[in-house]
């Protein structure tokens, strides 16, 4: 009795011990507690990593402290000539602000844009706006690019003449810009238009012309069969107006000092007059039809760029115009920064991948075949005696700065800027973890884990030799390779831990990529990694790209007969090898499988006997949506079509379209207030349609389809009114969230569905999803206000699908708000009974606030988003995130805190100094104890 006594009194000694020595833990720490799931003060910068971008330069000038280069997409930007560093940037409008020209006047940089309709001014140095003037009738409100309704409502018409000049006048500047038949005089200081004068009704304007030893203006208009040169002075007025003897023709023109030169496309002939003397028109033979200009009112040369872009230089010698010389199409000329002494540059890259620059009496020549350029077209050059350097753009967003001597100073890359698809890329295993991996003797393997965990345990005391940023797997496996692919056809590898480029690949040259995927066939644990990278191209033309997606090699390209209509991986790994099987199915009904190895044909034949495979199209353009089963056999592969469904797109046109993630669920239901059970519908074979009708009074009719791909039909129909484009969607687990514009009631709006099972039976895991066999769900559904436009949607992911979902905001105020799906949850309750049903979920309120505290890129700004990629970390609290557009964002975020992981401010002092404690207590607890017993035994 008295021994079982002395066991309790030593237990309850322990307990309060350990109670004691935690609340010295708990009080200890209590100060350094933060809120889980939001980005501290201290971690800006840490975990994240930001790019920006220009886009392919099209147009440069020379400033006294670099140049001012500009995208033809409406990226405006100040360079940094020693680094190529972006010093400042002013992004316009997306689809609307298409820069038309750039040039300089009164030390300012002036930007005529949207198809000559705006005009804006910046301060070179720091790129301030000095005004933004627009011409005609149009908001002269400079709105991100995701405000724009429907950009296809403002297509550029390519064949509207659009120019400018400018001169000084006393204390002045006075700049003309002509567009849409109109000529403006605009006040260089202010923007301000100072007055349109009136031209002959009908006149179609040809050609601008600045004197600044008349102050005069001349413009060239065709008026049905005749030329007329129209002489305005700079008080706007008419001061003279003289046809021409002889019609120069309705093609394009273009001036060189006092010369106009005008085409007609039908014949290879250009014909010019001089404007100070219209009675004698002058005819000269070219090699080629030209079909457009380049001039500079400040240049005494005019380039002609024929139908097959050659560049023609004609020169004027004695006021008469002659042909300079022609250039071949692979070559390009642009005028000289520098006009009086040099009058143009000449670049073009040899066959040995050298490019070389002639700028007067200085050659370069630079070898520029490690950039890996994937166009070799030229997009625009400038040399630059100020500065002592030439700056060659390429078509893929490449930009080199070369010195007259000859060496590379600076290389930007800007091919990230037209990302269409990325994908993360688990990183390899350090060596010693690689032989575990590999070793497949059970013996053997387990001494190479314990001489692992005897290392681990070692480098504790010494400090390992491992650099922590090595080109390896780390602890938690949060260190990834991201994959990107632009439409040029050039592949770019990051590490996600620092944006840092790995390695580049051009395996398509010249070609415009429209549509693309990567896929993983062996992973990077393997020995030989491989990815296949499938590309559709703007000429037609279908590509399968086999690399090595860890040192980005070029395993194999080849070009398919046939244009390819699917590709999927096949969610099943080889046991042996480590790899994928991927299916490439073409239009003519050929199945591709790679790999073509015998043991992954046939365990694929085995595991279709299993289970089917099925696929679908979409066709946004006809609106035919098609249902396809694979059929793999030993004699071939191929497919069957099982349905087809077809939406009128006359009617109504389909603008957006995504089905479920693949991703595991933690939750196979909710539990209600009342304790009953919502089981969620998950239906893998689900997509989501988003259609708009035809607009009428700028409003359309939006409907959202549910379509299970499996049997081809549908299973939910929601039609919203008043609505106008562009729809974003995003649909995880059971629900679909998308936003829209509400022009009614002139505001964005997000809805929500939620889809449960109908049948309400108790669901298990390991028991597949059939669309066969199950009915259609019950739908939870409600809308809400959202505060600014979306551009794009993104969801977070995890390994094991515990952790609560956060949803991502690309908004039209350049930056991303990530908010908790339970705040725009559909069951959100409106009643106290709904209150009783749905404890967990806050009352209903009609708007989503977009606090600053909840955004995901804090005070950076990701411009033109279109598209967030999420994937899971090794972490089950930690999802990772990278944000592409014009810009690149890339963090990671736990939506519901790491609570697998310790801060990196967790006390770690405190924790061994409380353990020390709590077992040096119970040991001197238990000797005191042990020594009182023995006194009451001698009593």
Known sequence: MTVNGNRNALRVMVAVTLLVGTSLLLCMQLTSVEVSGQMQEHEAGVKDWHKSFVGTIAFVVETESGFVVASEDGVVAGIDSHSGSIVWRKVLREGVDEIDNMFSLDQNIVVICGNGKRVLSFVPESGVLVFDSVIHSMKAVDLPSSQVPDNSVTEKNSLEFVDACGFHVKHSSVMVVVSHDTVSFLSARSGSTRWVPDLPEGASLKALKCSEETNEVFVVVSLENETVVITLDLEGKTADSTTISEHVGDGVCGTINNIVVCTNNNNNQVKWFDINDVENVFSLDVSNGIHSFKDEFLSDVL?????????????????????????????????????????????????NNAVKVVFGDVVIEEDVADLNLAHTSVSSAMCSKKHGLCLVCFGDGTTVAMSFTGHRLWVRDDTLSSTITSSFFDLPLLSNEDAIFDENNVVKRFLLRTREFVADVLSLVVPSSVSSDTYAQDDFNTHKLIVTASNTGKLIAMKSVDGEVVWRLSPLVNEVVVSARIHTITSSQHKNPIAVFTATTLSGKHFLVQFNQITGTLISKQQTNSPIIHSMIVPHVHVNTHSNVLLVATEDKTVHVFPESANGVSELLSLSKQRSLHFHTVSTSSGVLKGFRYVLSTSGNTYEQLWRVEIDPTKEKITSVVSAKKEKVASLGVIRGDKGVLYKYLNPNLIAIATLTPYVKKSAVMTIYLLDTVKGAFIHRAEHTGVRGPVHMAMSENWLVYTYRNRKAKHYELSVMELYDSSNKEKEKSIPFSSLKTSKPIIHQQSYIFPTAVSAIGVTTTEQGITEKRVLFALGTDSVFAINNKFFDPRRPTTEKGKELAPNLPEYAPILPAPQSSMFTYNKTVSRVHTISTTPSGLESTSLVLVQGLDFFYSSVAPSGQFDLLDQHFNKLYLLASLAFIVSLTVVLAKLKERKSIKEAWK
């Open 303 to 351: 380039i002609g760029v024929t139908a097959d872009n050659e560049k023609i230089v004609f020169g004027d010698e004695d006021n008469q115009l002659v042909v300079d010389k022609v250039f071949p199409s692979s070559e390009h000329v642009e005028h000289s920064a520098d006009s009086l002494s040099i009058r143009y540059t000449h670049t073009k890259l040899n066959s």
